[in-house]
């Protein structure tokens, strides 16, 4: 009897028809599941509203309390300045008691005074203004600080422009903000946000949604068929995979026209970064689904293990060189530590190569390491 030899294209296109009748599966499955569009699609877009408008690093109608003690006309253009600043709602107080009183309460963050002597030593050389600020919150504290500054500054140097040479200081800092002019925390925060979303889809959701499967005997039934566990694997990376660069396309829109945050960088690089990190985050999911086949242990393992580091950890909340040398150790192991980079950089200041290039290597390594460890999660076994 002759043996009869199955032609190789044979099984690649028994593969492929696998492999397309898995993800056509999992995409309906997706569609049709309500938790999964509510954390892939509608919770981005909470984040992005909620980011873009509710949170600000920016600090606007500060109240704060002027308190006149000099009633002269040049004491009376300084308390002006703070009345006319965006930055404050400046509240005119007679004396220091009452203005105490205001701070004990809550009602100001900041007492500004100006002493009964004001005039006369500015006329005879610099004159102090005493500003007190709300301690409480420390970092409200050094932006009201630096704000009053940035009054009495203009102040005298509308005065030197009048001609008023007294009390003007000896040496004119000029200084000048790169790649954030204006200052504007939504340059900061939406590179952060994208970190976020990606985090939340490709970690979190994919292992939410892959051990319910483990517990609801999905994959067992799959085990029971021919196809192979890297097939399921593409199949359960392809779908959120997708649904990641929805996310990201959301939020670079959103970014860009609702709170005009300029994308100096290639959007090619961007979105390879992009697919590199997700990847990262889709091997996570899977492989922590895979090891404890449970909703309620996955979730809280990819929570404490993605989406806390990269809020914490990564430099969108804090510097990271501000932090202990242990946890600045620490914090080249997580993966939004190098895509946060890349974000910033692409966004505020165009293609860095000497910044892209490292970070976009770490990131591909842990692509690779992350997809090989859940392909080695991922066996066709009950046990």
Request: proline share 5%; hydrophobic share 55%; net charge positive.
């Amino acid at each position: 009897m002759t043996p009869t030899f199955r032609p190789r294209h044979d099984s690649f296109t028994a593969t492929m028809r696998r492999l397309g009748a898995l993800i056509r599966k999992e995409g309906r499955q997706v569609l049709r599941d309500p938790s999964t569009i509510a954390i892939g699609i509608i919770m981005p877009a909470m984040l992005v509203l909620l980011f873009g408008y509710g949170l600000s690093l920016d600090l606007r109608d500060v109240p704060v309390a002027v308190v006149m003690e000099d009633s002269s006309a040049t004491a009376r253009s300084l308390a002006a300045r703070f009345q006319l600043s965006p930055y404050f709602h400046a509240h005119l107080a007679s004396s220091m008691p009452l203005a105490r009183q205001w701070m004990l309460r809550g009602e100001v963050d900041g007492i500004v005074r100006i002493r009964p002597d004001f005039s006369r030593q500015l006329a005879a050389g610099p004159a102090p203004v005493q500003v007190l600020v709300d301690g409480v919150d420390a970092n409200t504290a050094r932006i009201v600080q630096i704000y009053a500054q940035g009054a009495v500054a203009q102040w005298a140097a509308i005065r030197a422009a009048q001609g008023y040479a007294a009390g003007a200081p000896a040496v004119n800092l000029e200084s000048r903000m790169w790649f954030n002019d204006a200052g504007d925390s939504h340059y900061f925060l939406v590179p952060g946000l994208i970190v976020l979303v990606m985090t939340l889809i490709g970690a979190f959701l994919t292992a939410l949604v892959v051990a319910r499967e483990w517990e609801r005997g999905t994959f067992e039934a799959l085990f029971a068929t021919p196809v192979r566990a890297g097939e399921i694997l593409l199949s359960k990376t392809i779908p959120y995979f997708g649904m990641g660069l929805i996310g990201l396309g959301l939020c670079v829109l959103s970014g860009r026209y609702l709170f005009h945050v300029p994308l100096r960088g290639s959007v090619w690089i961007l979105v390879l970064v992009s697919m590199l990190y997700l990847l990262v985050a889709l091997g996570i999911g899977l492989v922590v689904s895979s090891v404890t086949k449970s909703q309620f242990v996955a979730s809280q393992i990819a929570l404490l293990a993605t989406f806390l580091p990269a809020m914490m950890l990564s430099g969108f909340v804090y510097d990271v060189r501000s932090m202990p040398a242990a946890v600045r150790a620490v914090t080249y192991l997580v993966p939004a530590r190098y895509y946060v980079t890349l974000l910033q950089t692409l966004f505020l200041v165009g293609d860095v190569w000497n910044v892209i290039l490292p970070n976009t290597l770490v990131l591909a390594a842990m692509a690779a390491v992350m997809m090989l460890l859940a392909r080695v999660a991922t066996r066709k076994k009950l046990a």
